[in-house]
């Protein structure tokens, strides 16, 4: 089945303590991006991805890293959490970014 | 810049009543390509469309429909006979030639009632 998987749903940290949070996809697409999602600013992007090794500033970078090593993962690093950054969080893939993007459950993410 | 506006924050329709959703953008491109994706209570990314800047044909999907017009910028949505189902968040986006960057809009919370 064609899917975006993130891992986890779910997390509740504190300030400062660094977190990753894993998005995988299985469609050999080459575009992924990372949104974030909050009551009455929409989808924001994070940073994108149009290939391995290949990233790039969204809109909302700050306070946000992120790896392409291999073509399926793109995961979100969060170096140093903030009660800002308390969100829900959605990764997105697709063939480029002229083509339907393929979302990921999401993570709801809580920083104290 | 690139920019995405949907004006309707909340609408709240009967059930059975039209509907339309607005999208306005923004773009200095002449080629672009515009998407609609529908969020329901389950809080899952449904795309809906996508549509490119050189094909104005409207587009009719089951009680689903799009106006595109370039000369207004706008890429609206309509839903026909609406349905308790329908309930959901609704966000128009555009990716341009510029850079590759997607950009949202702030999404419609529609509900229908029944």
């Known amino acids: 089945e064609a899917q975006v998987t993130q891992n986890p749903r779910y997390l509740i940290t504190v300030t400062g303590k660094k977190l990753t949070v894993t998005c995988s996809q299985n469609?050999?697409?080459?575009?992924m991006s990372w949104y974030r999602q909050d009551p009455g600013l929409g989808l924001r992007q994070i940073y994108y991805s149009m290939n391995v090794e290949v990233t790039d500033k969204g809109d909302v970078p700050e306070g946000y890293k992120v790896s392409r090593k291999e073509k399926r993962n793109f995961p979100l690093i969060l170096e140093s959490p903030s009660p800002n950054q308390t969100s829900l969080y959605f990764c997105?893939?697709?063939?480029?970014?002229?083509?339907?993007?393929?979302f990921g459950p999401g993570t709801r993410l809580t920083v104290l | 810049a690139q920019k995405v506006t949907q004006a309707q924050t909340e609408i709240s329709v009967v059930e059975k009543e039209d509907v339309t959703l607005d999208c306005v953008y923004e773009t200095r491109d002449t080629t672009y390509y515009l998407f609609w994706y529908k969020q329901p209570p389950s809080g899952e990314l449904v795309f809906l469309i996508r549509?490119?800047?050189?094909?104005?044909q409207n587009e009719i999907s089951g009680r689903y429909s799009w106006n595109f017009q370039k000369s207004t910028s706008s890429f609206n949505f309509t839903i026909t006979a609406s349905q308790v189902v329908d309930s959901a968040v609704y966000f128009c986006?555009?990716?341009?030639?510029?850079?590759?960057?997607?950009?949202f809009g702030k999404g419609t919370r529609l509900h229908i009632l029944p």
């Open positions: 997105a893939s697709s063939k480029g970014e002229w083509y339907e993007q393929f």
């Open positions: 549509r490119n800047s050189f094909d104005e």
């Open positions: 469609m050999n697409h080459e575009y």
């Open positions: 986006a555009l990716s341009d030639l510029r850079d590759d960057k997607i950009i």
